[in-house]
């Protein structure tokens, strides 16, 4: 674009080729407008390792989410299982990173589902407190996310405590949970 190519045709279809090859690629309505685009070839990045733990923190601004689950369950008392769950998604194309932030983390599970997305799984409450909730407060987030990782240290004391167990504790639960990710914003319209 800084060459005006963008303004030629050649250079117009260069850009909707690399559209195509981005995150979920070209909507129905491009690929309708454009069937004939190839996606662009992107490069292979060969990463042997994961050095600088901020980096781990910096993409995990982008590019993860704290979840605090809620589930019916006959096995607890209250009716209710609280589970944590943190996750990391990518492409199926970047699965090798994931399995590099696996082994830096000591902890999860990669898999991959039908729609190509891939993505590292943290869930036990073990490695949740020994690893995540540890590695976060050394290596801090920076953008809103830090807010929902707090929020999931909230409920994570509230387990540690088995304050979830109990009514007053599933409301603690409840309010936090409504409070994070996408609901963090919701009351403010």
């Known amino acids: 674009m800084s060459r005006k190519e963008h303004l030629t045709n050649k250079g117009f279809l260069d850009i909707v080729s690399i559209k195509a090859s981005l995150n979920w690629g070209l909507s129905e309505n491009l690929k309708n407008a454009f069937p004939n685009i190839v996606p662009k070839v992107r490069p292979a990045i060969e990463l042997k390792s994961i ?90 987030l920076h953008s809103v996310k830090n807010m929902d990782y707090l929020d999931f240290c909230k409920a994570s004391k509230i387990i540690k405590n088995k304050a979830h167990l109990t009514e007053e504790g599933l409301k603690q639960i409840d309010q936090i949970r409504s409070g994070m990710n996408k609901g963090r914003f919701s009351s403010l319209k």
């Open 51 to 140: 050095q600088d733990p901020h980096w781990i923190a910096g993409f995990a601004d982008g590019e993860s989410c704290f979840f605090v689950e809620k589930s019916v369950s006959n096995t607890y008392k209250s009716g209710y299982q609280i589970r944590l769950k943190f996750i990391f998604s990518q492409d199926s194309r970047d699965k090798a990173l994931l399995n590099l932030l696996k082994d830096y983390l000591n902890c999860g599970n990669v898999i991959t589902d039908s729609r190509g997305m891939s993505r590292l799984i943290i869930r036990k409450h073990s490695d949740i407190i020994s690893f995540i909730i540890p590695f976060f407060a050394n290596y801090p």
